[in-house]
């Protein structure tokens, strides 16, 4: 009898060991599954992001209006008025502007194809501007030609308050004329008698 019941002991312990065990499995198993269905729905968060789903930033860029001198078919110069960034060292951007020409097919560049602003300096009312080689070595000649380019340079630079002369260089030379008529030694001011109005 003793035997008997010892045996459905044993049986009943042994029942119960592997019901908890299988339990634990399930339990672990069903864990597993759920991580698994978990990064599955976060993966698409880690997807690259795709530039064209990016929202457009407009340009504030502020604007400031400009005049640029540049040349008639009479020996004179003609204003352009042009809407450029206003950014710090605005005689610079100007003169830039200078140096790719006109936007009026009526009138004509006053700086020799290939021309580059080299520097530009603003010390004391005197602007020292700074061009490469091609203002000379690249100039069509003719003192009609020469006088339209140094007074647009001078007379585009003293627009600005800060500016009362304009000392022309050549690759970081003072030189004495640009094609031989008007001597550009010295500190020129603003010549206003060859601007004409179209």
């Known amino acids: 009898m003793k035997a008997a019941i010892k045996f459905f002991l044993y049986m009943g312990l042994i029942m119960i060991i592997l019901y908890t065990s299988g339990c634990f499995y399930n339990n672990d198993a069903g864990s597993g599954k759920m991580k698994e269905e978990i990064i599955t729905l976060e993966q698409p968060d880690c997807a690259p992001t795709n530039e064209a789903t990016l929202p457009v930033i ?9 005049v640029l001198y540049f040349a008639d078919d009479n020996g004179n110069l003609v204003a352009e008025r042009r809407e450029i960034p206003k950014v710090v060292g605005i005689a610079r951007r100007t003169m830039q502007e200078l140096c790719r020409g006109p936007q009026n097919s009526a009138i004509s560049p006053t700086l020799p194809a290939g021309t580059e602003l080299l520097d530009i300096n603003i010390r004391d009312g005197l602007c020292t501007v700074n061009f490469s080689k091609q203002l000379i070595t690249a100039h069509s000649g003719g003192s009609a030609m020469e006088n339209q380019t140094v007074y647009s340079i001078v007379n585009t630079l003293t627009q600005f308050r800060t500016v009362e002369r304009v000392q022309i260089q050549v690759d970081g030379r003072i030189v004495d004329s640009i094609a031989g008529h008007i001597d550009v030694s010295v500190p020129l001011a603003r010549n206003s008698d060859i601007i004409n109005s179209l």
């Open 58 to 66: 407009a340009d504030t860029t502020e604007k400031t209006k400009v």
